[in-house]
């Protein structure tokens, strides 16, 4: 930048300025975000423009959770809610991993046989004697290889210039293949069981009620110093920064709904290991995805590849690192899909796992065009659609009136994603 | 080496074919700093050939590139950035689902502990730089760029350009978008620019916009400098006579055996 002397556009000099916030009359909204009153009145204007961001996901749980209750008497009991937070976290793991997919505008449709490969290999590697491997050394095998798996699909996709879907359509067809040749070589019945008590345990075990307490309490804990943290640096170089009733109000309501989900599933099992492994995976890819350098570059290549490309960013990278993400993202919920059902069988990664894993993403509010989502959005879409489905298992729906259902909740999703589009570009917000 | 008469760039005599195609045959071109150098010419003159030539996206079959006095050989975008060009491109290259500050630090990105971004000092410089360009029209820096009208889209490219300790901006097109208002708001950037004695090249088909801010005026016509003009000296007549009709050292196709008939 230039200091020259006699720069008379310049407005203050540096020395004033790093403690006091840069006098800008025209950066209104950032000022008024520094009060109570203007960061509401913000969030007020963003919302009635269609910046809804999670405000329709949580209409819907709570639309689903009194449907679902009334229709049900057991859908609201801890012992549902507890197995509720079973089915889902395999979704969401596998949905975390297609969020970064979506996000650079690509699509892997090859992540359900993707993350049975993860779940049958690492099934393989424990079988007592043949070769009867430790859960450590068979789970770090079975991730390293769908990790290659997502490499060697980048790799086509990158370096031939072949679109995602087919190459993903591709992996697909060969994945599936590749499960049931290992499935059915290895056992002539097309199951095997897993036969080792912590891979078992990794969806089937519960942590104590006093470890579900520290994990809510180290949850929040960790919210609240990470929002401090976040204003402290942005006062200290003079910036205007969120109010500090906001974030103790925002600080509240996420130990409100912690605690009180701690709660609920302490009078049941208490809270699922596999949860805890889920909510780990997503405070880190979170972390990655918003705050590097790494995360930035994915959103700009969403957003306008050959802007990134020309901003010196190494595109082809990006999107190698992405699919290996999604890769690594479906063993790991491959392993806990096996792990749940304490086997894989020759129809593991099949049915609609594929289908409800990338419904939960876009429910979630990832756009499908790129560059817009959170990851957070996989656990929000996962929760819908894992709660749905239990709700109709509830109930004892055919299998065609569930697929109908489902189908009809991810369309109104996308229905209200688009209407809200609409509304923002009806105010030029786009 | 340089003296405060040496032009920041200087290009002498260079060329570039695409096969058969001659984009650019022997031009010479400069500009100086804090001086606003405006590159007109009809489309496929070679304007944009030049200017990415100059970033090396295409590397320049022949002729000689010198940047303060001292030859240079430029092999990308990122050479170019490290010498202090920056060029703010006509489709903007900004990414619409990105704020304000993240698209100003697109791809140099600041950093904490080698790779968590350091968001309060990049907010910090992007608006001291908005700020000293006096851009005043934005209400967040927080803001995603698809929101911004197409002036307040051009001034955060300009101001991404200027924050890199930048020597030399080349504009593409700035205003090709633009309503009048906001032209008048980027015409104005363009000759703060020159003011904090930066170079600027301007590439444009608007003579109005030449007339404007440029000091001097190179005219392109089928890849070879026809006109070199001061614009306090000139008209929009005679710089529209050079675009349409500017005399050619060379006839194109001469070179191609098989148009020797032409």
Same mark, same amino acid.
């Given at each position: 930048?230039?200091?020259?002397?006699?720069?008379?556009?310049?407005?203050?000099?540096?020395?004033?300025?790093?403690?006091?916030?840069?006098?800008?009359?025209?950066?209104?909204?950032?000022?008024?975000?520094?009060?109570?009153?203007?960061?509401?009145?913000?969030?007020?204007?963003?919302?009635?423009?269609?910046?809804?961001?999670?405000?329709?996901?949580?209409?819907?749980?709570?639309?689903?959770?009194?449907?679902?209750?009334?229709?049900?008497?057991?859908?609201?009991?801890?012992?549902?809610?507890?197995?509720?937070?079973?089915?889902?976290?395999?979704?969401?793991?596998?949905?975390?991993?297609?969020?970064?997919?979506?996000?650079?505008?690509?699509?892997?449709?090859?992540?359900?046989?993707?993350?049975?490969?993860?779940?049958?290999?690492?099934?393989?590697?424990?079988?007592?004697?043949?070769?009867?491997?430790?859960?450590?050394?068979?789970?770090?095998?079975?991730?390293?290889?769908?990790?290659?798996?997502?490499?060697?699909?980048?790799? /086509?996709?990158?370096?031939? *210039? =072949? $679109?995602?879907?087919? #190459?993903? &359509?591709?992996? %697909? @067809?060969?994945?599936?293949?590749?499960?049931?040749?290992?499935?059915?070589?290895?056992?002539?019945?097309?199951?095997?069981?897993?036969?080792?008590?912590?891979?078992?345990?990794?969806?089937?075990?519960?942590?104590?009620?006093?470890?579900?307490?520290?994990?809510?309490?180290?949850?929040?804990?960790?919210?609240?110093?990470?929002?401090?943290?976040?204003?402290?640096?942005?006062?200290?170089?003079?910036?205007?920064?969120?109010?500090?009733?906001?974030?103790?109000?925002?600080?509240?309501?996420?130990?409100?709904?912690?605690?009180?989900?701690?709660?609920? /599933?302490?009078?049941?099992? *208490? =809270? $699922?290991?596999?949860? #805890?492994? &889920?909510?780990? %995976? @997503?405070?880190?890819?979170?972390?990655?995805?918003?705050?590097?350098?790494?995360?930035?570059?994915?959103?700009?290549?969403?957003?306008?590849?050959?802007?990134?490309?020309?901003?010196?960013?190494?595109?082809?990278?990006?999107?190698?690192?992405?699919?290996?993400?999604?890769?690594?993202?479906?063993?790991?919920?491959?392993?806990?899909?096996?792990?749940?059902?304490?086997?894989?069988?020759?129809?593991?990664?099949?049915?609609?796992?594929?289908?409800?894993?990338?419904?939960?993403?876009?429910?979630?509010?990832?756009?499908?065009?790129?560059?817009?989502?959170?990851?957070?959005?996989?656990?929000?879409?996962?929760?819908?659609?894992?709660?749905?489905?239990?709700?109709?298992?509830?109930?004892?729906?055919?299998?065609?009136?569930?697929?109908?259902?489902?189908?009809?909740?991810?369309?109104?999703?996308?229905?209200?994603?688009?209407?809200?589009?609409?509304?923002?570009?009806?105010?030029?917000?786009? | 080496?340089?003296?405060?008469?040496?032009?920041?760039?200087?290009?002498?005599?260079?060329?570039?074919?695409?096969?058969?195609?001659?984009?650019?045959?022997?031009?010479?071109?400069?500009?100086?700093?804090?001086?606003?150098?405006?590159?007109?010419?009809?489309?496929?003159?070679?304007?944009?050939?030049?200017?990415?030539?100059?970033?090396?996206?295409?590397?320049?079959?022949?002729?000689?590139?010198?940047?303060?006095?001292?030859?240079?050989?430029?092999?990308?975008?990122?050479?170019?950035?490290?010498?202090?060009?920056?060029?703010?491109?006509?489709?903007?290259?900004?990414?619409?689902?990105?704020?304000?500050?993240?698209?100003?630090?697109?791809?140099?990105?600041?950093?904490?502990?080698?790779?968590?971004?350091?968001?309060?000092?990049?907010?910090?410089?992007?608006?001291?730089?908005?700020?000293?360009?006096?851009?005043?029209?934005?209400?967040?820096?927080?803001?995603?760029?698809?929101?911004?009208?197409?002036?307040?889209?051009?001034?955060?490219?300009?101001?991404?350009?200027?924050?890199?300790?930048?020597?030399?901006?080349?504009?593409?097109?700035?205003?090709?978008?633009?309503?009048?208002?906001?032209?008048?708001?980027?015409?104005?950037?363009?000759?703060?620019?020159?003011?904090?004695?930066?170079?600027?090249?301007?590439?444009?088909?608007?003579?109005?916009?030449?007339?404007?801010?440029?000091?001097?005026?190179?005219?392109?016509?089928?890849?070879?400098?026809?006109?070199?003009?001061?614009?306090?000296?000139?008209?929009?007549?005679?710089?529209?006579?050079?675009?349409?009709?500017?005399?050619?050292?060379?006839?194109?196709?001469?070179?191609?055996?098989?148009?020797?008939?032409?």
């Amino acid at each position: 930048m230039s200091d020259r002397p006699g720069d008379a556009d310049t407005t203050a000099d540096p020395t004033a300025a790093r403690v006091e916030p840069v006098a800008a009359d025209a950066l209104a909204d950032d000022v008024s975000a520094a009060s109570f009153g203007g960061y509401v009145r913000l969030w007020w204007q963003g919302i009635r423009a269609g910046e809804l961001g999670s405000l329709p996901i949580i209409v819907g749980l709570l639309v689903i959770a009194v449907v679902f209750g009334i229709l049900d008497d057991t859908f609201l009991t801890e012992r549902n809610f507890t197995n509720l937070l079973l089915q889902m976290s395999a979704i969401a793991t596998i949905a975390i991993g297609v969020v970064f997919v979506l996000l650079i505008g690509e699509i892997d449709l090859s992540v359900a046989f993707v993350s049975a490969v993860g779940g049958v290999v690492m099934t393989l590697l424990l079988r007592p004697e043949d070769p009867g491997w430790s859960w450590w050394a068979a789970i770090l095998v079975a991730l390293v290889c769908t990790t290659a798996i997502g490499f060697v699909q980048a790799l /086509v996709i990158t370096k031939a *210039g =072949v $679109p995602s879907f087919v #190459v993903t &359509l591709a992996g %697909l @067809l060969i994945w599936s293949g590749v499960v049931l040749i290992l499935t059915t070589q290895a056992s002539s019945v097309g199951t095997i069981r897993i036969q080792d008590e912590t891979a078992v345990g990794i969806a089937n075990d519960f942590l104590s009620s006093t470890a579900g307490w520290v994990v809510a309490a180290l949850v929040v804990i960790g919210y609240a110093l990470s929002e401090l943290q976040n204003a402290r640096t942005r006062r200290a170089s003079g910036l205007y920064a969120k109010p500090i009733v906001v974030t103790v109000l925002q600080t509240v309501g996420l130990a409100a709904v912690t605690f009180a989900a701690v709660w609920y /599933v302490n009078k049941d099992r *208490g =809270v $699922p290991k596999v949860t #805890v492994i &889920l909510l780990a %995976l @997503l405070v880190f890819w979170s972390f990655i995805a918003s705050r590097t350098r790494f995360g930035r570059h994915v959103y700009a290549v969403g957003g306008n590849a050959e802007a990134s490309r020309r901003a010196g960013i190494d595109v082809d990278r990006v999107r190698i690192a992405v699919f290996m993400i999604s890769g690594f993202m479906a063993g790991v919920g491959g392993i806990m899909l096996a792990s749940r059902l304490r086997s894989v069988a020759t129809n593991s990664g099949g049915g609609n796992l594929l289908l409800l894993v990338i419904a939960s993403a876009v429910i979630g509010g990832t756009s499908l065009f790129g560059g817009v989502g959170r990851v957070v959005s996989a656990l929000l879409g996962a929760l819908v659609i894992a709660s749905i489905q239990n709700g109709m298992d509830l109930l004892g729906l055919a299998s065609g009136t569930k697929f109908v259902i489902t189908g009809l909740v991810l369309l109104a999703a996308v229905l209200v994603d688009a209407y809200a589009k609409r509304r923002r570009a009806a105010r030029g917000v786009v | 080496m340089a003296t405060a008469d040496t032009p920041l760039l200087e290009l002498r005599g260079v060329s570039k074919a695409f096969g058969a195609v001659q984009a650019l045959y022997r031009v010479d071109f400069e500009v100086r700093r804090g001086e606003v150098m405006a590159l007109v010419g009809d489309n496929g003159a070679g304007k944009s050939t030049l200017v990415k030539s100059v970033v090396g996206i295409y590397p320049f079959d022949e002729g000689e590139v010198l940047y303060d006095g001292v030859s240079v050989n430029v092999h990308g975008p990122r050479d170019a950035a490290k010498l202090g060009i920056e060029v703010v491109y006509q489709d903007l290259a900004l990414a619409d689902n990105l704020d304000v500050v993240a698209n100003m630090f697109l791809g140099r990105e600041r950093a904490r502990v080698r790779f968590v971004l350091d968001e309060s000092s990049m907010e910090r410089s992007a608006r001291e730089t908005l700020d000293s360009l006096s851009v005043t029209t934005l209400k967040s820096v927080r803001q995603t760029v698809a929101g911004l009208s197409g002036g307040q889209r051009q001034a955060v490219a300009v101001a991404k350009s200027v924050m890199w300790d930048s020597r030399l901006v080349i504009l593409d097109e700035p205003t090709a978008a633009l309503g009048v208002a906001q032209t008048r708001q980027v015409l104005d950037l363009v000759k703060r620019l020159a003011e904090r004695d930066l170079g600027v090249v301007i590439v444009t088909h608007n003579l109005h916009d030449v007339f404007e801010v440029a000091d001097r005026i190179t005219v392109l016509r089928l890849g070879q400098r026809v006109a070199l003009l001061e614009r306090a000296k000139t008209t929009q007549q005679e710089v529209v006579e050079a675009i349409t009709a500017g005399t050619l050292d060379h006839v194109p196709g001469m070179l191609e055996e098989e148009s020797a008939e032409a």
